[in-house]
Structures are given as structure tokens and as C-alpha cells.
């Protein structure tokens, strides 16, 4: 597992979690997630987790979200054949604008089938921070599953 994250109160937590529980397959890169997908080869990621990224809510700073084509691009092409993305936010506008962008990019096919696929968590969920104060402040999250589908 790779951490990205470059807020360092942020990756200062988690080293000491690491530490406490003894975890020996976790690596940290306390910078932007996107400079590391650039330097990534191809197809090399199984499991991608965007959880609860910033929603940059006023209209003009929409093309700061994390989500947006170059890097849907980007996540294309260093995911395997078959690999799972979960997106995960309590902000309405960005899970919107998420499901959009993600739903008309080639690479990606949404796995939700029913209601319950995007208004509960997977069974292997586990909650982050932010999502529990989002959870206590009655911001329930929308969690959304997609397939990198096959190259060929
Ligand atoms: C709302 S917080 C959520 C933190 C954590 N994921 C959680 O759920 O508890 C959003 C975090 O995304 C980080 N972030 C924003 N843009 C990023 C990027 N391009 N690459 C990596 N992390 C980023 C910010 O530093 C911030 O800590």
C-alpha cells in the first residue's frame, strides 16, 4: 500500500499508527498523488482508493478537484487490467461530478447495481477520520466502485 498525502500533520498520525500496530507493508509519499502516478510505469496499481478528497465546493475552483481527465487518464494507465477504484465523499456536488467524469472515461465501468452500492460501504470498508466527523455532523457518505476494464 501506497499513502499519499502531503499534509504532514496528516502523515505524522499515520506513522505513529504504523508504528503502534507493527504495519510492514505501507509506504508514504507525502506529496501529490498525481506526481507520483506521473512517475509510475504502466499497469502496476491493483487497488486505488480516493477517499474523501478535497471538494473545492466554489465553482471556480472546480479544476482544482482531484478528479477531472488528465488524471483519470493517468489512473488509466497505471491500473491493471481488471483493478477496483473506489471514490468515497460526503459532498453531493463532487460525488456528482465524480460519477460523471469517471462513467464517461473508456477505462472505467461503475459497479453499482443497486441503491445500496453507493449508500453503504463495502463489507472490507474501513472509516476514515474525516468520515467519521463528516458522519457525527450528518454528512453521510456516497461510496462509488469502478472496474479498470480490460486493455484488450
Ligand atoms: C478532506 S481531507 C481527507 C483526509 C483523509 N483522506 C480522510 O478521509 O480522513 C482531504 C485530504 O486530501 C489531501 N490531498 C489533497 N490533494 C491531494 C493530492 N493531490 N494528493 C494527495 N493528497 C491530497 C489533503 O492534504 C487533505 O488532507
Not at 497505471?78 to 473506489?86: E, I, N, S
Not at 456528482?96 to 461503475?110: K, T, V
Request: include cysteine.
Amino acid at each position: 500500500m501506497i499513502g499519499c498525502e502531503p499534509f504532514v500533520n496528516g502523515v505524522g498520525a499515520l506513522l505513529s499508527r504504523i508504528q503502534e500496530d507493527g504495519i510492514a507493508n505501507i509506504r508514504i509519499f507525502d506529496d501529490d498523488a498525481r506526481l507520483l502516478l506521473e512517475a509510475m510505469p504502466d499497469a502496476v496499481l491493483g487497488r486505488v482508493f480516493i477517499l474523501f478528497s478535497d471538494p473545492w465546493p466554489k465553482k471556480r475552483h472546480h479544476k482544482r478537484r482531484f478528479i477531472n481527465r488528465a488524471t483519470l487518464d493517468s489512473l488509466a494507465r497505471t491500473m491493471k487490467d481488471g483493478a477496483q477504484l473506489r471514490f468515497a465523499s460526503d459532498h453531493m456536488g463532487y460525488v456528482r461530478w465524480a460519477l460523471g467524469r469517471l462513467a464517461a472515461h473508456p477505462a472505467f465501468q461503475w459497479r453499482a447495481r443497486r441503491a445500496r452500492d453507493w449508500r453503504e460501504p463495502p463489507a472490507d470498508w474501513v472509516a476514515t477520520r474525516y468520515q467519521q466527523k463528516a458522519q457525527r455532523q450528518g454528512r453521510p457518505a456516497v461510496y462509488l466502485e469502478f472496474l479498470r476494464l480490460d486493455r484488450s
